[in-house]
């Protein structure tokens, strides 16, 4: 058996760095801010930290807009203060993972300014451009993720160009090789200082029809979704000839040592373990969402966790996800008890799990006034603003939370006076004891980390139990994911050791036969014989 790599064993981390600390005063979170904190994460127990795009931007996304794919924006810091960053956190043991953005750039980089020169310009085609339709107006009825048409008129060429997200981000031309060796490039100049590896954003995306056929219509439209859920997007994105792509990419980080390539992909099961690639060659982690969107019911998770991980294709290793910056919190999606469910579920699955900033400590969803309302979806489409979701990290009871000496960019949670890292980081009972906890048994015992799955049928309806296992060792994990009083049964004839208890307390206690689950109680049981 091929031994398994850090990426495998580990535990992601993402920082949205506006919102992790600012060290500045200027109430955005910074470089300098995350290395200043990386003595949590090592204390926390994770193992690498990806962090969200922190490029040269007019920030018109927050930094998914990208002006310069080399350089470090100046209200994150300097490339000085990353490499300090990055041997800061290597010195701990801590992988980086850069957050790169390949489907589009913004509009004030350099290479759309050149394509938007003129037809005759020899960037013009780095970018997609079409003419109006025969009748007038876009070429197609592609939409834009944020709302209203994905194609934008250039009075002064004539042309539509096509940006699947915000007019001021145009899509490249990812069949254009020229754009290809640019990208590569830029991912050799990050590896070269020693990124660990990347989260590349909507890579699903990067290929396009070539004929730029329309979308159908989608029969399952509902009303109160974003506008671009109208149409299934088999055209505008998933195409066949992305793979080609993602493996060139792979090829390129093959050359270094043991570096990732997360894909962010939002696509069914079915389609999204295609991104492993039809020979492992493309994504190591093609990002599970499955978590965010599934009914959270005992049931429901059960089967997931069964259909993924018989989908996976051999070799490919799994991954699971709570929650991230684009995405409802999980404690505001099922409530603070419940939460810690979440956090076994994530920690005892089998496969690499990435932790949102801020979960650990059960983080909510912040109201945002409409004078501070920030994302530029809110504004296309109110009700879809991802603001609740990225609020300053709250580190201790003192002003700004210790976040910023001047008022944060986004308000921070008004519990922050006792929902923070220093209030809650020695108290047994915490959900930042229970993930810190659940980390270092990951750590400990080979069979949380790499070990094989199974689901257990226990028949109690609201309760998920499954087991990991190895030669060594067998753990079992039971989760009550209801308000209610349940019975955990257990099979005959083995005893086993409480090791955690979501609650607190119970460890040590021996159980064989069955034991009460009290409302929300999830229990790591370790087999004694
Ligand atoms: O997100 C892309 C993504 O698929 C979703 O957030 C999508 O916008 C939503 O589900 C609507 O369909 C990535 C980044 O994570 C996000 O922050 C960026 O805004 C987006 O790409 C554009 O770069
Ligand atoms: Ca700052």
Known sequence: RRPTAWWQRGTVYQVYPRSFQDTNGDGVGDLRGITARLDYLAWLGIDA???????????????????????????????????????????????????????????????????????????????????????????????????GPAWT?????????????????????????????AMHDVLRFWLDRGVDGFRVDVIWHLIKDEGFRDNPANPDFLAHEPEINRFTQVYSADRPEVFDVI??????????????????????????????????????????????????????VAELVQNYEAALPEGGWPNWVLGNHDRPRIAARIGPDQARIAAILLLTLRGTPTLYYGDEIGLGHVPIPPERVQDPWERNEPGHGRDPERTPMQWDDGDNAGFSDAEPWLPLSNDYRTRNVDSLRDASGSILTLYRILLALRREHAALAEGAYRTCQEGVDGVFAYERYDAVATFRIVLNFTDEDRICALPDGAAWTVLLCSHGGRGGDRIDGRTALRPSEGLVLLRAD
């Open 247 to 300: 493996s060139e990419m792979r090829r390129v980080l093959d050359a270094y040592e043991e570096r990732v390539l997360i894909g962010e992909i939002y696509l069914p099961i079915e389609r999204l373990v295609a991104y492993y690639g039809p020979n492992l060659d493309c994504a190591d982690l093609p990002f599970n969402f499955q978590l965010i969107q599934t009914p959270w019911r005992a049931d429901a």
């Open 49 to 147: 930290v990806w962090i969200s795009p922190i490029f040269p931007s007019p920030m018109a996304d927050f930094g998914y807009d990208v002006a310069d794919y080399c350089g470090i924006d100046p209200l994150f810091g300097t490339l000085e203060d990353f490499d300090a960053l990055v041997a800061q956190a290597h010195r701990r043991r801590l992988k980086v993972i850069l957050d790169f953005v390949p489907n589009h750039t913004s509009i004030a980089h350099p290479w759309f300014q050149e394509a938007r020169a003129s037809r005759q310009s020899p960037r013009r085609d780095w970018y997609i451009w079409r003419d109006p339709a025969p009748g007038g107006g876009p070429p197609n009825n592609w939409l834009s993720n944020f709302g």
């Open 153 to 181: 008129f250039d009075a002064a060429s004539g042309q539509y160009y096509y940006h699947a997200f915000l007019r001021e981000q145009p899509d490249l031309n990812w069949r254009n090789p020229a754009v290809r060796a």
